[in-house]
């Protein structure tokens, strides 16, 4: 089993919702261990209306291919339509994977850590906020940001997520 890091957002129709609803899409396949607070962000790389945005930390048994497929899966339940020539474009669930425990993967479907999470606060703000709780940083030290605002705290998502595994105790 293996710790991987997700990097989750939204920005059609009710972001949280749509955010909530894919993490227990998630959760049917994999052990969510840690959610962060949810950010508001601007969009990055268009122009559009702001995205939701927040980071899980989950348990997996599949191989990395065998996790994009089934985020892949949840994000077309969720309505995701599939963009032409590679460009950004609205979503109501996008899911990455952006670390993965033990591994660094170049191919030309994945690329592990992410290669543009460096860039991104809406990665780099929620990833921080898990490591300063404890949880393991994977070889990572996120870069903090700036303009992020938390709007729905990771202590009300505990009443709305499945609960963390009780095996999983981060080390303080």
């Not at 559009?48 to 599949?62: A, E, I, T, Y």
């Not at 963009?83 to 996008?94: C, H, M």
């Not at 993967?105 to 860039?119: G, N, V």
């Not at 404890?134 to 729905?152: A, H, I, K, Q």
Request: glycine share 10%; charged share 20%.
């Amino acid at each position: 089993m293996r710790l991987v890091y997700l990097g989750l957002g939204s920005n059609e129709g009710n972001r949280l919702h749509n955010l909530l609803v894919g993490a227990r899409l998630i959760s049917r396949r994999y052990d969510i261990l840690a959610i962060s607070s949810l950010y508001l962000s601007r969009s990055w790389g268009f122009k559009s209306r702001d995205f939701l945005n927040g980071v899980l930390l989950v348990r997996v048994m599949d191989n990395p291919f065998v996790v994009l497929s089934y985020l892949k899966w949840v994000e077309g339940v969720m309505g995701r339509e599939p963009t032409s020539g590679g460009g950004y474009s609205d979503r109501p669930f996008d899911a990455d994977i952006l670390l993965w425990e033990g591994l660094t993967l170049r191919s030309p479907d994945l690329i592990i850590p992410h290669p543009r999470m460096r860039e991104r606060d809406f990665v780099n703000v929620p990833l921080a906020e898990l490591i300063s709780r404890g949880y393991p940083s994977l070889g990572y030290t996120p870069t903090t940001g700036e303009g992020l605002r938390r709007v729905v705290s990771y202590e009300a998502l505990r009443l709305t997520v499945p609960a963390p595994s009780p095996s999983f105790h981060p080390s303080v």
